[in-house]
């Protein structure tokens, strides 16, 4: 059976950091991309990072570019997403999912997800 399980969120003061875990199981890791997302109260949910299983590349919102990181710990089949120098509008829920057809897409596995509060 697939699990996705987000860990590592919480309340954070704005400036603050906080890393996301994501523990994967039940599927061959490495044949998955893994994206993570986030939807805040009243908005749509949108695509924050991703790390693609072929070659390890990664993607980030023009809105986190040089605040976030993802990156994989194979051996672990855990995917982390470090946040630095959050802001408020961060404030979201954050999933992770195991894309079926690579990064840029939305369909495959997903986590329950995982609150982020970014007080002001």
């Known amino acids: 059976e697939v699990h996705l399980v987000e860990s590592g969120g919480g309340l954070v003061q704005a400036g603050g950091s906080l890393r996301l875990s994501c523990a994967a199981s039940?599927?061959?890791?490495?044949?998955?991309?893994i994206g993570w997302f986030r939807q805040a109260p009243g908005k749509e949910r949108e695509g924050v990072s991703c790390?693609?299983?072929?070659?390890?590349?990664?993607q980030y919102a023009d809105s986190v570019k040089g605040r976030f990181t993802i990156s994989s710990d194979n051996a672990k089949n855990t995917v982390y997403l470090q946040m630095t120098s959050l802001k408020p509008e961060d404030t979201a829920v954050y999933y992770c999912?195991?894309?079926?057809?690579?990064?840029?897409?939305?369909?495959?596995?997903w986590g329950q997800g995982t609150q982020v509060t970014v007080s002001s």
């Open positions: 999912a195991a894309l079926t057809y690579g990064c840029g897409t939305d369909f495959g596995f």
């Open positions: 790390i693609s299983s072929s070659d390890g590349s990664t």
């Open positions: 039940g599927f061959t890791f490495d044949d998955y991309a």
